[in-house]
């Protein structure tokens, strides 16, 4: 992942874009107020197993990427193995991103 993916990240943060955390990162699924999921590489296989199936069910887009220090900082905390994004906009140029 490129240093303007994690600043990209930083921009949704500040602009209130972005959830982390487990609980609320799966409500956000559930509920589908999340247009992706990012996880960090280094989350555990269960956790990534857990997020990639709950995201795939729910039809949301999921990302492994990163690690959880990285992720973590780029959006102004400690580490972070899970990050949702609420805004269908900042989540489509992610995903851009992401695919190059």
Do not use: C, W
């Amino acid at each position: 992942m490129t240093t303007s993916i994690y600043s990209f990240l930083g921009l949704a943060a500040k602009a209130g874009r972005v959830k982390t955390g487990e609980g609320v990162v799966l409500d956000g699924i559930r509920n589908r107020t999340l247009f992706l999921v990012l996880i960090a590489g280094d989350a555990s296989p269960n956790t990534q197993k857990k997020f990639k199936d709950k995201s795939s069910h729910y039809q949301v887009p999921v990302y492994i990427t990163g690690d959880r220090q990285r992720l973590g900082s780029s959006v102004g905390k400690e580490s972070r193995v899970l990050i949702g994004i609420t805004d269908k906009g900042f989540a489509e140029r992610l995903m851009t991103m992401l695919d190059e």
